[in-house]
């Protein structure tokens, strides 16, 4: 992902709505994305991966997009619920490189009710 | 799943002084595991790989004469923050890969606040 500055946006999004989360990556060479989610004060929690050779993945009640076209990964959870509120970093690795990642700038996610 | 667990969670320490975080692969051998600094509201920044057997590989920008990263066993990898001084004050986390499952996912640990005063 690409870390952009300081300015961590926020987006709020009303309990039982869906979310969708974006980001971009910088690296073309890139073939593996992951995207995690952080709880304030813990260490990032996997919550669904996507290979290059794939442009959409489901889990659980979430789904990832990636645009290798433009460089682009999406997160969408449905049906937002207040424990899903966190800050979301989307990252990504080449496969010579396993485990290295690359982090995004991060999206605060803030599930009102 | 697999656990990471970093030891301590919480480290206050005084100017000048050094402190050691480890890291530990708890049910999974690692020959390599990964460092991370986060500042406040700010993204994980990848500091070094940890090899273990080797020395560590660092990132631009990171003094490996400042943060000194030891791995000594397939399950422990332990980074010292030397000469500690205020701005090196942060969020430090390591992440580990699976030896035998090299095409999972890394696993993080749960960080260690390290606050200098």
């Known amino acids: 992902g690409e870390s952009v500055g300081l300015h961590l946006p926020t987006l709020s999004v009303q309990e039982g709505d869906n979310s969708i989360i974006n980001c971009a990556y910088s690296?073309?060479?890139?073939?593996?994305f992951i995207w995690y989610k952080q709880e304030s004060g813990k260490g990032p929690q996997f919550i669904i991966d996507?290979?290059?050779?794939?442009d959409k993945r489901q889990g659980q009640r979430v789904t990832v997009l990636l645009n290798k076209t433009v460089k682009h990964l999406s997160l969408q959870i449905a049906a937002t619920q207040p424990g899903d509120s966190a800050v979301y970093f989307c990252?990504?690795?080449?496969?010579?490189?396993?485990?290295?990642?690359?982090f995004g700038a991060g999206t605060q996610v803030v599930v009102t009710p | 799943g697999a656990v990471v667990s970093q030891h301590p969670s919480r480290v206050i320490c005084k100017s000048g002084t050094s402190v050691k975080i480890e890291c530990r692969s708890l049910?999974?051998?690692?020959?390599?595991m990964f460092w991370y600094r986060q500042f406040p509201k700010q993204s994980l920044m990848l500091m070094a790989t940890?090899?273990?057997?080797?020395?560590?590989?660092?990132e631009q920008g990171v003094e490996k004469d400042k943060f000194l990263i030891n791995h000594a066993s397939l399950t422990l990898s332990t980074l010292t923050v030397t000469s500690a001084h205020p701005e090196d004050s942060s969020f430090y986390i390591c992440?580990?890969?699976?030896?035998?499952?090299?095409?999972?996912?890394?696993?993080f640990g749960q960080g260690t606040r390290l606050t200098v005063v």
């Open positions: 049910d999974f051998q690692a020959t390599t």
């Open positions: 996507i290979r290059s050779n794939m």
């Open positions: 940890s090899n273990e057997g080797s020395k560590a590989t660092y």
């Open positions: 690296n073309s060479a890139s073939d593996y």
């Open positions: 990252a990504d690795q080449k496969t010579d490189s396993w485990g290295k990642l690359q």
């Open positions: 992440s580990a890969r699976d030896m035998y499952q090299m095409n999972t996912e890394a696993f």
